[in-house]
């Protein structure tokens, strides 16, 4: 069975990091590109950093300002997202995702996304 499982989403106060572990099942996570969208109450879904297959390309959108930092053990089957310096509007539950290809644009397209997991939610308030 073809599956994503999130884990690692918390409370957390403003400024504080959390990092966002995602594993894979029934398939072999390295063949493809990988990436993180989120979900805020009353928001559109928003692509959040991606890293391809290979990890010698990763993209992330322009609200990440270099606080998130995206990596991947293919030899575990896991992908990672690191958050940072995080702010109130990060609050949403975060999903991983495998691509068609990774890249800013891409991230911004429903079509680049082939399937996902049950997300993680991170709650950033004081």
């Known amino acids: 069975q073809v599956q994503l499982v999130e884990s690692g989403g918390d409370l957390v106060q403003p400024g504080g990091s959390l990092t966002l572990s995602c594993a894979a099942s029934?398939?072999?996570?390295?063949?493809?590109?990988i990436g993180w969208f989120r979900k805020a109450p009353g928001k559109e879904h928003e692509g959040v950093s991606c890293?391809?297959?290979?990890?010698?390309?990763?993209a992330n959108a322009d609200f990440v300002q270099g606080r998130f930092t995206i990596s991947r053990d293919n030899a575990k089957n896991t992908l990672y997202l690191q958050l940072n310096s995080l702010k109130p509007e990060d609050t949403a539950v975060y999903y991983c995702?495998?691509?068609?290809?990774?890249?800013?644009?891409?991230?911004?397209?429903?079509?680049?996304?082939?399937?996902w997991g049950q997300g993680t939610q991170v709650t950033v308030s004081s």
């Open positions: 890293i391809s297959n290979g990890g010698t390309i990763t």
């Open positions: 029934g398939f072999t996570l390295g063949y493809y590109s």
């Open positions: 995702a495998v691509l068609d290809y990774c890249s800013a644009r891409g991230l911004e397209l429903s079509k680049t996304y082939r399937f």
